[in-house]
């Protein structure tokens, strides 16, 4: 073989590599991410440069078609002259691999949401949150999260005094149905010392307008930092009064549940008790909307630790055995409690260096 045709070889298996790693690659749709970026949802991704690329399937995979097969071969003949018969043959090989990739399909697609007016019942996601370095990421990967939940509803609660303008901004580009509400911690509570009730007054204040404005549906407590499966929302969705289910990344046991015995509940894996009813995680439930409207004087109460308790203890007449289990009878973990490293606030920026450059932007997107 000439040393020009060995190069050309060795350039289209390079091709395939990249092909074939760009295929697997592509298991989520990207449009609602693109229209959340850009404008132009091709070029947010460089689609533009690649031939075929409006391609996808019906399930919203993007495909390596034939035509961008041939485009990558002829490419490779013009610049190291790969004989034809090589690059049709090469087409072919190509072709029967790809082809039998496409028989693999991930083995659960998630549904995702359709552009359609969903008849799905609302499902309340309320999300305490506050002004700190973290808070922008942390509302902007939760915001991916949702984005691919149908009919979702999400009520962003502050703890603050005026809502923050970069989180309204934020929310705004998303294309979520939202609420942006402020609910400061009182002062009480926020001058003590040691643990503080965080998220509570922004809890109640999410009940407070799910009591004023919805009829049906779902609520569940969604803190800032967590990390959700987006099939928990499907989960969730089927709650017809307190349903639960694991939360990882939580306690000294890695992994907050209901224990399940024979199909049934049979108590609390929690590496903090405390004497709790419910030693559950906030992330580890959601309630219905019928079930809190039958329940005037539910409240999240300012406790440290016990939050979860206090609330779901308020929830009464409701005990651990009507517990609607999900996740596949508590099999799967769908929410996690990530903890962000905290951030100190940045040094301020020199205004005599830099007042009339990028940086007044940037400095104006940070804490
Ligand atoms: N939070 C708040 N005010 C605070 C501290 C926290 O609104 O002063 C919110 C925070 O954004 C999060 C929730 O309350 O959504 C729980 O706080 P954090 O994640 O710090 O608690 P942890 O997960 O460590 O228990
Ligand atoms: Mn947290």
Known sequence: MKSSMKMGVVALIGVCVVFYQYHLSNGVRFDQL??????DPASAYGAANIPGSEMYDYNGLRRVSEEMIRAAVRNVQ??????????NLL?????????KLEGVRPEKPCPLPSKKTSTLDPLYIITPTYRRPEQIPELTRMAHTLMLVENVHWLVI?????????VTKLLNRTGIKFQHLIAPMPDKYKNKKGAKPRGVSNRNRGLKWIRANATSGVFYFADDDNTYDIDLFNEIRQTQNVSMFPVGLCTKFGISSPVVKNGKFSGFYDGWIAGRKFPVDMAGFAVSVKFLLQRPNATMPYRAGFEEDGFLKSLAPFNPREIQLLADNCTRVLAWHTQTK????????DMKLYGDTNLVHLKQQIV
């Open 342 to 349: 905290r951030n100190e606030p940045s040094a301020p920026l």
């Open 78 to 87: 013009n610049s190291n002259g790969l004989s034809p018969e090589l690059g």
């Open 158 to 166: 502050e703890d603050a005094n005026v809502p923050t303008e970069q």
């Open 91 to 99: 087409v072919q090989e190509l072709m029967g691999q790809f082809n």
């Open 34 to 39: 693109a229209d959340f970026n850009s404008p």
